[in-house]
């Protein structure tokens, strides 16, 4: 995977390659241009704050149209719709209407719209309830009052931290072990506990159909690496 780094920097002209509608090297500088350009398998682009990361994307979809990419086949995923809906909004007016085909949305309604039509083959139905993080917390405290007594409750972990554990332990691809010792030391004499809970939490989730936040991106993970499925 090529990884590219987005910096602040002045645009500068330079000898164009290709006859495109648009000049992708006098509008971007050598950085957003090298992403918007990159053809040869996929690429890790790191942006902070400032560095143009909105206009890399929005001129990249304007490229692979120009390239004659098939609008339709492109995914363009964000973390909220309306950022998504923003970025087509601008590629089109940069291009054309064509950029409004491009299938647009946010990373946890992609997955969900896979994982209905495909639950089947990681073990849960097509119907499966979306829980929040309230929800989550709930039933992560319902599993906790039938392991933790009340004389115990004061000391462990409260069902927002125990949801904070998890959720952050998953995103951050760590082991819930390794994320207590590193950041919640002081609940290390609970682990054992801990992990029964989570142990519980997930067959809670199995038993009644139910997926949080964070299953919508892990199930789809595991759906795509298990499956040989045509999205």
């Given at each position: ?5 987005l910096?602040?920097?002045?645009p ?12 992708y ?8 241009y090298e ?14 704050a400032?560095?143009?990361?909105t ?6 979809v304007s490229r692979?149209?120009?390239?004659n ?44 719209n896979?994982?209905?039509r495909?639950?089947?083959?990681i ?21 906790r009052?039938r392991?933790?007594n ?7 972990p ?34 054992d506990e ?15 159909n139910?997926?949080?936040y ?10 795509l ?7």
């Amino acid at each position: 995977m090529k990884k590219i780094i987005l910096k602040k920097q002045e645009p500068k002209e330079l000898n164009t390659a290709k006859n495109y509608k648009i000049n992708y090297q006098f509008e971007l500088n050598q950085a957003q241009y090298e992403a918007v350009m990159h053809n040869d398998g996929p690429a890790l682009v790191i942006a902070g704050a400032g560095t143009g990361k909105t206009r890399t994307l929005v001129y990249r979809v304007s490229r692979l149209i120009e390239d004659n990419i098939q609008p339709e086949s492109i995914l363009l995923l964000t973390f909220t719709r309306r950022a998504s809906k923003e970025m087509l909004r601008r590629a089109s007016m940069l291009l054309d209407g064509r950029c409004e085909r491009v299938s647009g949305g946010t990373f946890h309604s992609f997955a969900t719209n896979i994982l209905r039509r495909y639950a089947e083959l990681i073990d849960y139905q097509r119907n499966f309830t979306i829980i929040d993080q309230g929800d989550s917390e709930d039933a992560i405290n319902f599993v906790r009052n039938r392991l933790i007594n009340e004389k115990s409750k004061k000391r462990f972990p409260s069902k927002s931290t125990l949801q904070r554990i998890y959720s952050l332990s998953k995103n951050t691809a760590s082991t819930y072990e390794g994320y207590i010792e590193q950041y919640f030391s002081w609940f290390s004499d609970y682990i054992d506990e801990i992990k029964n809970i989570y142990e519980l939490y997930e067959d809670y989730k199995k038993k009644y159909n139910l997926m949080d936040y964070d299953d919508l991106l892990i199930n789809l993970l595991k759906l795509l690496k298990t499956s040989n499925i045509a999205i």
